[in-house]
């Protein structure tokens, strides 16, 4: 596509249960970044794929959290046993190779009742 | 660990008039980038400007202009001529520079809320 595709828009769902945000990059970039936003925040780094370099996860908060990227393409973020405070929205970007401008999609906002 | 702070969570600018957003970051690094980023309610964060640390000249994108004082370790952003669409979430953001291959993280403010005033 044109853009960083992530999908779902939004997801609502209860403490506690698992949940998978999807994230398609722009054709053509190597390297892809995973950022948490929450409400009246800047943007947190959570994670980065570099080729089939392994993955930089010194931002993930706990180990809760989880990311993989397929095929040095679409990457999905998994949070298990979701907690409010996780609540947030979560950006995903892409660059073509590494020390290029990050380009971003619209984002998934989850919510955790 | 490299910070930065944007000191000014709300702006507020007539239209057609120039505002300045400020942004002031900290790192050890003598080599890196800088960028302001827009987020409009549609949360897409959409690149305005880029700046090199070794360039001396500062950054130009038509209407945005950026006034880079390396020394200061200050990086604000000038809107001309600001126009309804401008107003939105506008992030400053640090990132070290690294080889062509590889990548590293961008490091955001907090962000300045701008609203233009018709």
């Known amino acids: 596509g044109a853009g960083v595709s992530q999908s779902p828009s939004n997801k609502v769902t209860e403490k506690g249960k698992d949940v998978e945000l999807r994230c398609d990059p722009i054709?053509?970039?190597?390297?892809l970044y995973w950022y948490r936003q929450s409400l009246g925040q800047g943007l947190e780094f959570l994670i980065y794929?570099?080729?089939?370099?392994?993955?930089?996860k010194s931002g993930l908060p706990s180990d809760r959290f989880s990311a993989e990227r397929t095929g040095g393409s679409v990457s999905t973020l998994t949070i298990q046993r979701t907690q409010q405070e996780d609540s947030a929205v979560y950006l995903c970007?892409?660059?073509?190779?590494?020390?290029?401008?990050?380009?971003f999609g619209d984002g998934t906002r989850l919510s955790i009742l | 660990a490299q910070t930065v702070t944007q000191s000014q969570p709300e702006m507020s600018v007539q239209e057609a008039e120039t505002v300045t957003l400020s942004c002031t970051y900290d790192?050890?690094?003598?080599?890196?980038?800088l960028f302001w980023y827009k987020q409009p309610p549609s949360r897409q964060m959409i690149l305005v400007i880029r700046?090199?640390?070794?360039?001396?000249q500062n950054a130009t994108e038509n209407r945005f202009s950026v006034n880079f004082q390396k020394a200061a370790k200050s990086f604000s952003l000038k809107i001309s001529d600001s126009q309804l669409g401008d107003a939105a979430m506008y992030f400053c953001?640090?990132?070290?520079?690294?080889?062509?291959?590889?990548?590293?993280?961008?490091?955001f403010g907090e962000g300045t809320q701008l609203t233009v005033n018709p």
């Open positions: 790192t050890s690094e003598s080599d890196y980038y």
């Open positions: 700046q090199e640390a070794y360039k001396q």
């Open positions: 794929f570099q080729g089939n370099s392994a993955p930089d």
């Open positions: 054709s053509g970039h190597t390297a």
């Open positions: 970007a892409s660059s073509f190779m590494g020390d290029q401008p990050q380009h």
């Open positions: 953001a640090y990132r070290r520079k690294t080889e062509e291959t590889s990548g590293s993280r961008l490091t």
